[in-house]
């Protein structure tokens, strides 16, 4: 594995700054005042429990929801300024009930809009780039089906194509791995790692951490809207072992020696 | 055929039935996407009230339907994205207040319900040379960014919080989708009709979703039954004395009715075929006694096996082992 770019080094910018981030939800504290430094090509996992704000943040980082109080800057630009979204990939959480009647390849395609001015049609840039996103996630055969017609793991590799189209230097993935067999979610970690290697930085909410682990340079844990733990995964998991004082979020943390995916309700063959 | 075109009444109703059949069902993909079908028929309701006041003050009245009911549709989309009108109440408010209002105006106006009866249902035959006019710059303002923007419509109407990731402003497009809505609406008054209109928006739509795959394949075919059964309805309601905009209608859903069995048939053909099946070994899972068994119907999404899924497919357990569908069998997994 080629070293990846120091994402501390003087002078370089954050991809994602969040400093002192409240969000409130139906007027109750959701984040209780956040900080959150992203570097270039640096691979941040959220964690936590239902509840601990973890999908807030993403969500509240990409300007999808208000902020009560504090700043996010993304790629040094405050988030109210902030136009270069070709440089952000989202992938949200898999809703139940895709698109009706949409191919693949169209909703790749949506991938591609902060890139296109309106009025203009698709370029054949466009078209490649869609058709590479698709073999890299490795649905090139299915360009042309209904996303109804996918499983939940093949829809859900349409989303993190759909995010990666763009080229983005940031992806976000809000539980890339819910309901997702063992299989996909190799897949995914494989297509996300080769891109952390080329540079792009990922923050990704996880339930569980499965067969991400090897990816992810520091885990973020949040509880109750604050960060109560930071640190490489196996520091995490050290003072989880040594701490009596934050057990609840102890359980969400996949143990190394344990084999992952087996408890997040997976099925395997 | 040639008899038809020889009356200019007759011209004016195919131009204007053609450019109805084109405009309502392209706005109404976007429309059925963000699963806001009856939509329509609540801005038709609004319209009412444009016609109303058009005949309080003695005016014409498409150009005051459009402002009134353009005015409804932008309040009710900036309360929707405010979270003030979570749907239901406020909608059904805003539609039944219009055609109320409209139905009182038009009394007061001396003109009663006749006078109304017009738009409510639709008079094709009776439409003007300038109201073809009006019909197709209408047609144009609509079609020109429901067709240009589609990229961008399609993007908000299928996954909002993405495209706001991509830059896109999402309220301007969601207004802009319930305004050309609006334009359409009254722009099919004399059509098809103010309590009609909402079906030739949605039925053609449905009808298209289920005979081709892809979101603008769907948008070409449903302008493409849209406008078969406008001109359809109109040339046979020509010869069998019918009201145009009913027939137009009961034409559309008949489409629909065709295209289920067909897209029923085609979902079948398109099941994935499983990859293929790995050896299992399973404790839990006991092998066939006798292969192939009979099996009394075939396993879906409906049927009462478990479903499990097994890599890219869905296995359904049958007395402890696993069947997975393939083509017009079944395979043991």
Partial sequence: MPPRPDPTGPGVTPVLQVEDLSVLLGGLPVLRGIS?????????ALLGGNGSGKSTLVRSALGLLPAERGTV??????????HSWSRVGYVPQRSTAPASGATVAEVVSSGRLALRRIF?????????????????????SRAKS??????????????IARALVGDPDLLVLDEPTAGVDLEHQRVLADVVTRRVDAGLAVIVVLHEVGPLTPLIDRAVVLRDGRVVAQGSLAEIDHSRHTHVSHPSTGHELSEPERPPGLLDGAVEP | MIDILGYPFM???????????????????????????LLGDGLGHVAIAGVGLALLTGQAPVPWAVAVCVTGAVAVEVLRQRGKATGDVGLAILFYGGLAAGVLMSGIAGAGAAALSQYLFGSLTTVTETDLLVIAVLAVLVLVPTLGLAPQLFAVSTDEEFAR??????SAYNIAIVVLAAVTVTLAMRTVGLLLVSALMVVPVAAAQNLVRGFYAALVAAMAVGTTVTVGGAVGSFYLDTPPGALIVVLAIGVFALSWPYSALIARRRRVAPVLPELVDDDTLTV????PEEHP????????????????????????????VHGDHYDEH
Avoid: M, W
């Fill in chain 1, 36 to 44: 959150l430094t992203v570097g270039v090509g640096e691979a941040v």
């Fill in chain 1, 73 to 82: 800057t993304l790629f040094g630009q405050p988030l109210a300024s902030f």
């Fill in chain 1, 120 to 140: 203009f049609p698709r370029t054949a840039k466009d078209r490649a780039a869609v058709r590479d996103a698709l073999d890299l996630v490795g649905l090139g």
């Fill in chain 1, 146 to 159: 209904d996303v109804r017609e996918l499983s939940g793991g093949q829809q859900q590799r349409v989303l």
């Fill in chain 2, 11 to 37: 011209q004016r109703a195919l131009l204007a039935a053609l450019l109805t059949g084109v405009i309502a069902p392209a706005i109404g993909t976007y429309i059925v996407q963000r699963r806001l079908s």
């Fill in chain 2, 165 to 170: 990731t991509q830059g896109l402003r999402t």
């Fill in chain 2, 288 to 291: 066939h006694q006798k292969v």
């Fill in chain 2, 297 to 324: 119907h075939r396993h879906g999404p409906d049927c009462e096996h478990a479903e499990i899924r097994h890599g890219d497919h869905i296995d359904y357990v049958h007395e402890g082992h696993r069947h997975a």
